[in-house]
């Protein structure tokens, strides 16, 4: 059964795009089969695998008749046209077996308003009735037809009517942060704001409107898998003083605020998964700034801990310092995969 996995911070600037494609990576890496949703109208997801400029296959998904994004996916219920939903053609990744892109599109935010007004009204207008649940059977159709494990969906940051419905119809999500005052206070927000979410989906799930429209609602509870604290400037392996400060805000207030608000609606794991990964504070992975591998890494469309010598082009001890920063980004991602599969294995026979 595909698992769905939401990566969604209302606050930007805290690589959660970079880190979708590169948790995505080391997934399919290890045997998995996952498609990565871009659900940003920005489409950085987009950009970053299918390249930003003069890419044939960047034309081609952006032409007004293309059916290979998700705009164009969710156009049947949203444009209310006869032929009912298909299952989106997704991209192959290059160099990656396994890993699949649904691209994101500009026009997406054209649906924001309609979906809106569609959540609202709890399907009380029968035209609209169909909508709340379009995205996941989207998904689900794409999903079956790739025999995906895994939907990585890189949501935007905003508290948008598109990511209150792709993160409450989610199995599990993560929540990316940087170590900076606004994340810390983004962790306090989401505490708010994910139940007041939550709330809105049971009440989706109950209504009858919904569930018996074409595309019904799912009955589901997403699960916080945990966060991940990136882009720290490192000293002698660790983080340096100022960032320390704010990762132990974020950890305090995920432990002290998020954690309890989102398990009394049962939306966290049992404590025993979150402990044998060796968890402080439910935080996934601790990642250091990429500096100036991650141009090299959107260049090459390649994930930093799978770049070549060539693609790197140094030589000497530059080309060495770097190839040991390549070990150090492979090991925490190779962590954080490992990570996901455990946490989000068998879950409900725990």
Same mark, same amino acid.
């Given at each position: 059964?595909?698992?769905?996995?939401?990566?969604?911070?209302?606050?930007?600037?805290?690589?959660?795009?970079?880190?979708?494609?590169?948790?995505?990576?080391?997934?399919?890496?290890?045997?998995?089969?996952?498609?990565?949703?871009?659900?940003?109208?920005?489409?950085?997801?987009?950009?970053?695998?299918?390249?930003?400029?003069?890419?044939?296959e960047l034309e081609d998904?952006?032409?007004?008749?293309?059916?290979?994004?998700?705009?164009?996916?969710?156009?049947?219920?949203?444009?209310?046209?006869?032929?009912?939903?298909?299952?989106?053609?997704?991209?192959?990744?290059?160099?990656?077996?396994?890993?699949?892109?649904?691209?994101?599109?500009?026009?997406?935010?054209?649906?924001?308003?309609?979906?809106?007004?569609?959540?609202?009204?709890?399907?009380?207008?029968?035209?609209?009735?169909?909508?709340?649940?379009?995205?996941?059977?989207?998904?689900?159709?794409?999903?079956?037809?790739?025999?995906?494990?895994?939907?990585?969906?890189?949501?935007?940051?905003?508290?948008?009517?598109?990511?209150?419905?792709? =993160? &409450?119809?989610?199995?599990? !999500?993560?929540?990316?942060? %940087?170590?900076?005052?606004?994340?810390?206070?983004? @962790?306090?927000? /989401?505490?708010?704001?994910?139940?007041?979410?939550?709330?809105?989906?049971?009440?989706?799930?109950?209504?009858?409107?919904?569930?018996?429209?074409?595309?019904?609602?799912?009955?589901?509870?997403?699960?916080?898998?945990?966060?991940i604290i990136q882009n720290?400037?490192?000293?002698?392996?660790?983080?340096?003083?100022?960032?320390?400060?704010?990762?132990?805000?974020?950890?305090?207030?995920?432990?002290?605020?998020?954690?309890?608000?989102?398990?009394?609606?049962?939306?966290?794991?049992?404590?025993?998964?979150?402990?044998?990964?060796?968890?402080?504070?439910?935080? =996934? &992975?601790?990642?250091?700034? !990429?500096?100036?591998?991650? %141009?090299?890494?959107?260049?090459?469309?390649?994930? @930093?801990?799978? /770049?070549?010598?060539?693609?790197?082009?140094?030589?000497?001890?530059?080309?060495?310092?770097?190839?040991?920063?390549?070990?150090?980004?492979?090991?925490?991602?190779s962590g954080l995969a490992?990570?996901?599969?455990?946490?989000?294995?068998?879950?409900?026979?725990?």
């Amino acid at each position: 059964m595909t698992k769905r996995i939401a990566l969604f911070n209302h606050k930007g600037g805290v690589s959660k795009t970079t880190t979708t494609f590169n948790l995505g990576w080391r997934l399919a890496s290890a045997g998995k089969r996952v498609v990565l949703v871009d659900a940003d109208p920005q489409s950085n997801l987009t950009g970053m695998i299918l390249g930003y400029r003069g890419a044939p296959e960047l034309e081609d998904f952006y032409r007004e008749e293309s059916s290979r994004n998700l705009k164009s996916g969710l156009a049947p219920a949203f444009e209310s046209r006869p032929a009912p939903m298909k299952a989106v053609d997704c991209f192959p990744v290059k160099n990656r077996d396994g890993l699949f892109l649904l691209p994101g599109h500009i026009g997406l935010s054209e649906y924001e308003v309609t979906l809106g007004i569609a959540q609202e009204l709890s399907g009380s207008i029968q035209t609209l009735q169909n909508l709340p649940g379009a995205i996941s059977c989207l998904l689900n159709k794409t999903a079956d037809k790739f025999d995906a494990d895994y939907i990585l969906i890189d949501l935007n940051p905003s508290l948008s009517s598109f990511n209150q419905n792709l =993160l &409450a119809t989610s199995d599990y !999500f993560i929540v990316p942060t %940087a170590p900076d005052y606004y994340s810390a206070m983004a @962790i306090d927000s /989401l505490a708010k704001v994910i139940p007041s979410w939550i709330d809105w989906s049971k009440r989706a799930q109950a209504s009858l409107v919904l569930q018996n429209a074409t595309y019904p609602f799912p009955k589901v509870t997403p699960k916080f898998i945990g966060t991940i604290i990136q882009n720290y400037r490192p000293r002698s392996g660790e983080p340096t003083r100022g960032f320390q400060r704010w990762i132990d805000d974020i950890k305090s207030k995920t432990s002290d605020m998020l954690f309890p608000a989102l398990s009394q609606l049962g939306m966290t794991l049992p404590a025993e998964r979150y402990q044998r990964n060796g968890m402080d504070a439910y935080c =996934l &992975a601790m990642i250091p700034d !990429f500096n100036s591998l991650i %141009a090299v890494s959107q260049k090459a469309r390649t994930p @930093i801990y799978d /770049l070549t010598d060539e693609q790197i082009g140094q030589t000497g001890t530059v080309l060495a310092q770097t190839k040991k920063s390549q070990a150090t980004f492979r090991e925490i991602f190779s962590g954080l995969a490992d990570k996901v599969i455990d946490l989000t294995s068998d879950a409900g026979s725990d």
